[in-house]
Nanobody, 125 residues
Framework: QVQLVESGGGSVQDGGSLSLSCAAS????????MGWYRQGPGKERELVAT???????QYSDSVKGRFTMSRDNLRTPLFMHINSLKPEDTAMYYC???????????????????WGQGTQVTVSS
């Protein structure tokens, strides 16, 4: 019932910046938490950023201080601004949405039901 489409990925040099966007449609008010996952080569998917319906954000230790989310008109579009990119940030980035209890979503104790197709970010040293 929710559709997510990411854009904004690309190839940048070490230390560069870029912005990703996620457009949500459908029953967006069923969403309690939105966020961004990433999966690098040979790595497991990692939840790097979350934002609640009230705009409260959390970031993983690996990206905190460099990644910042923002949005217009509550929930969509959702932006993620990335500064000081490192080669280890190279990954496919996925926008995702969770309709469960807020705490359960943020702590990954429940399933995130909706996913975008992903956008590739590549950082060269």
């Amino acid at each position: 019932q929710v559709q997510l489409v990411e854009s904004g990925g690309g190839s940048v040099q070490d230390g560069g910046s870029l912005s990703l966007s996620c457009a949500a449609s459908g029953n967006i008010f069923s969403i309690n938490v939105m966020g961004w996952y990433r999966q690098g080569p040979g790595k497991e998917r990692e939840l790097v950023a979350t934002i609640t319906a009230h705009g409260i954000t959390q970031y993983s230790d690996s990206v905190k201080g460099r990644f910042t989310m923002s949005r217009d008109n509550l929930r969509t579009p959702l932006f993620m601004h990335i500064n000081s990119l490192k080669p280890e940030d190279t990954a496919m980035y996925y926008c995702a949405a969770c309709t469960g209890v807020e705490y359960m979503c943020v702590t990954e104790q429940t399933t995130w039901e909706y996913w975008g197709q992903g956008t590739q970010v590549t950082v060269s040293s």
